[in-house]
């Protein structure tokens, strides 16, 4: 089948939610994908930032050939080896000492939201209010997009759960004022921003925000689903600004490409779950934590988290060059390889001429084109990449 036949069968049959591409990809090898007509890309969005180690990493196919061979799924009725170790080994390297494991970053955080309620309900005289961020993405369940900061996200679902409110992001005095003293429970807030459009917080904000869920009691919690797992340089965003959030939330690039969301807390909030209180059939399967297993340890292991860092510096030095060139590129943001390009203009032609000229890139928020590659890209690779991208700005 060649890229025409695909879309026309996704065109009959595939409920319209996405606005698609004309390609069908059918192959990836590191940062390279191909598609149904054998052309190449290079490729900077990785399944919007889930391919952290690249497409089919020896380590991840390795762990689900091995896993599959011996059990893919058994209920969470009985333990799981994989996942008790995948949950030990999240909690070595992070604040939390328990993990609950779902399938999507819109259940770990619909995971986060409830154990919230649940710990107000028990240690806060029943609030449960969450304060969540303008411009921020949390997901597409009711309660996620509820907590999402934009409206073309939550258009057409009314009437939405109560219980949320949003405040400016980076704005420490807004967040203090909307506390409701009666209601409020916790702050839900991304480290960095992602689909908001690659928005970085001042140094202050994240510990300020901090600062004054202890002094008020509140529950600090961290979207991390897309800059968890060493996509900012560090293995969690939140060590980039000396503190810790109560409970944490990550997906994307945690499975491999498989679909593994977790909820992580420090004890004393995990323990307002109980029996019963939440679950998921698919959550931790033995498949599925393998490979998060074997993804963890080769982010920890292979000097990807080093690579990304200096990867960093290659990548926004070339997009200052890019920034020096084009007098329509207004600013560069990001951290790690979650990078934007703030651009006067639309960035969606500009996606559009980069796939023509063979380079997968993204744009959120309209005027912002998102780079978040492979974390084992090479200085060649974003060289070539960023060749491609010249070449197609001088266009405009
Ligand atoms: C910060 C953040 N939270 C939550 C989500 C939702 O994740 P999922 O699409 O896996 O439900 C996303 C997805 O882009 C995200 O970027």
């Known amino acids: 089948m060649k890229?025409?036949?695909?879309?026309?069968?996704t065109d009959k049959y595939v409920a319209q939610t996405y606005a698609r591409y004309p390609i069908a990809l059918v192959r990836?090898?590191?940062?390279?994908?191909w598609d149904a007509d054998g052309k190449e890309y290079l490729d900077f969005v990785a399944g919007?930032?889930?391919?952290g180690l690249g497409h089919c990493h020896p380590a991840v196919v390795r762990a689900i050939q091995q896993q599959a061979r011996k059990l893919i799924h058994v209920s969470n009725l009985y333990h799981i080896l994989p996942q008790s170790e995948l949950a030990r080994e999240l909690?070595?390297?992070?604040?939390?000492?328990?993990v609950f494991f779902c399938n999507s970053g819109a259940e770990a955080n619909e995971a986060a939201i409830k154990l919230a309620r649940r710990y107000g309900a028990a240690h806060l005289g029943g609030?449960?209010?969450?304060?969540?961020?303008?411009?921020?993405?949390?997901?597409r369940t009711l309660a996620t997009l509820t907590a999402t900061g934009q409206e073309k996200v939550r258009a057409g679902y009314d009437p939405l759960p109560p219980g949320?409110?949003?405040?400016?992001?980076?704005?420490?005095?807004?967040?203090?004022?909307?506390?409701?003293p009666e209601k409020t429970v916790g702050i839900l807030v991304e480290p960095i921003?992602?689909?908001?459009?690659?928005n970085v917080p001042d140094e202050d904000y994240l510990r300020g925000l901090r600062e004054l869920c202890d002094r008020?009691?509140?529950?600090?919690?961290f979207d991390e689903v897309q800059t968890g797992l060493g996509r900012t340089g560090k293995l969690f965003g939140y060590e980039h600004f000396g503190m810790t959030p109560d409970i944490m939330t990550l997906a994307k690039s945690l499975g491999g490409g498989l679909p593994l969301g977790a909820m992580l807390a420090r004890e004393e909030v995990a323990q307002s779950f109980i029996p019963g209180s939440h679950a998921s059939t698919f959550g931790g399967n033995p498949l599925v934590c393998n490979v998060g297993l074997a993804v963890l340890k080769t982010l920890l292991k292979d000097g990807v988290l080093k690579n990304c860092a200096k990867m960093e510096k290659v990548f926004v030095r070339g997009l200052n060059q890019l920034k020096d060139r084009f007098s329509f590129v207004k600013s560069i943001r990001g951290k790690g390889l979650i990078l934007g390009l703030e651009l006067e203009i639309e960035g969606a032609k500009i996606v559009d001429a980069c796939m023509q000229a063979g380079l997968l890139i993204n744009c959120t928020a309209y005027k912002v084109l998102r780079f978040v590659p492979p974390l084992t890209i090479t200085p060649k690779e974003i060289e070539r990449g960023l060749g491609i991208l010249d070449k197609v700005l001088a266009r405009q």
């Open 91 to 98: 909690c070595h390297h992070s604040f939390a000492d328990r």
């Open 127 to 139: 609030k449960y209010e969450i304060l969540s961020a303008h411009n921020s993405f949390h997901g």
């Open 216 to 221: 008020r009691n509140l529950l600090l919690i």
């Open 48 to 51: 919007i930032a889930v391919n």
């Open 193 to 198: 921003q992602g689909e908001g459009g690659v």
């Open 3 to 9: 890229n025409r036949d695909v879309a026309k069968l």
């Open 28 to 33: 990836g090898k590191g940062a390279r994908v």
């Open 164 to 180: 949320f409110r949003q405040i400016p992001f980076n704005d420490l005095r807004a967040a203090e004022e909307a506390i409701d």
